[in-house]
C-alpha cells in the first residue's frame, strides 16, 4: 500500500533522513521506533506531505506522492495525528472533530463517521460541546485520533500518540488504536514507549540517525541483544 523506496529528506542544507526505504501493506499495523533526535518525527511528516522529498520515491497505491500538492495528501487516503495534538482549543469537541471531515467524501458520511466515533470512544458523546481544550491530555489525544478518523483515511499516521499520558490512558488509547486497525485501517505508529509498541505492531523498523537500521517482525527485533540494549530499552531477559 504505502512504499518509502530510499527517500532522502533536508532541512535546508542539512540532510535529515538518507535512503530511507520501508512499507507499509493494506490493514497493518507497523511501528517505527529510534532515540530521540533519530529522525522519526521528520519521517512520519514526510510521508503526511508536511516536508518534501529531496530524493527518493513514496507511493500510495502506486501513486507517487511526491508530484501531489501538500493539500490533497488528506484525499489520497492519508490522515495524521501530529505530536503535541494540535487541537482549537476555543471550539468544542464537535467542532474539532468536524475540521476532519471537510473532504467531501467525507462530509457526505460527517454524521455516520461522528455516530461511529462515539462508540469508539465512549468519552466523546458527554463532551461534544465542551471545548477542546477544557478537556484533560488523555481526552484531548482521543478527539485528535478521532479528528483524523472522521477523514475516513486508509492511512492512519500516528507522532507519539502517548506522550505525556498515564499508563492506564495509554492502555485505553492503544486499544482503541488496535479496534480501528482491525477494523480495516492501516497505522503507522511513531511512539517513545517502545514495548507498548511492539506489542501492537506486527512489523518495526528502527531508525537512528535519519536511517534505517533494523526492521522486522517485534519478536524478532527483540531477539537481537545490540537492538534490544541500545535502541529498544529492553535488558537482558532474565535467566531461568
Request: aromatic share 4%.
Amino acid at each position: 500500500m504505502l512504499q518509502v523506496d530510499r527517500i532522502s529528506v533536508h532541512y535546508g542544507a542539512a540532510p535529515a533522513l538518507w535512503e530511507v526505504t520501508m512499507r507499509v501493506d493494506a490493514g497493518e499495523l507497523v511501528c517505527i521506533v529510534g532515540p530521540n533526535g533519530a529522525g522519526k518525527s521528520t519521517l512520519i511528516n514526510t510521508i503526511a506531505g508536511l516536508n518534501r522529498v529531496s530524493t527518493g520515491e513514496l507511493k500510495l497505491f502506486g501513486r507517487d506522492l511526491t508530484q501531489v500538492p501538500v493539500h490533497r495528501f488528506c484525499r489520497e487516503g492519508i490522515a495524521i495525528v501530529p505530536e503535541g495534538r494540535r487541537l482549537f482549543s476555543r471550539m468544542s469537541v464537535r467542532e474539532n472533530l468536524e475540521l476532519g471531515s471537510l473532504m467531501p467524501d467525507a462530509r457526505a458520511r460527517r454524521a455516520e463517521s461522528l455516530e461511529r466515533m462515539c462508540g469508539l470512544f465512549p468519552m466523546l458523546p458527554g463532551n461534544l460541546n465542551r471545548p477542546a481544550g477544557a478537556l484533560s491530555g488523555g481526552q484531548q489525544q482521543v478527539v485528535a485520533i478521532a479528528r483524523a478518523l472522521m477523514a475516513r483515511p486508509r492511512l492512519l499516521l500516528l507522532d507519539e500518540p502517548s506522550l505525556g499520558l498515564a499508563p492506564m490512558i495509554v492502555r485505553e488509547l492503544f486499544q482503541a488504536v488496535e479496534r480501528v486497525n482491525r477494523e480495516g485501517t492501516a497505522v503507522l505508529l511513531v511512539e517513545q514507549n517502545v514495548p507498548a509498541a511492539l506489542e501492537l505492531a506486527a512489523r518495526a523498523y528502527v531508525l537512528d540517525e535519519g536511517r534505517i537500521i533494523a526492521e522486522g517482525a517485534p519478536a524478532a527485533l527483540r531477539a537481537q541483544p545490540d537492538i534490544r540494549r541500545a535502541y529498544l530499552g529492553i535488558g537482558e531477559p532474565e535467566a531461568r
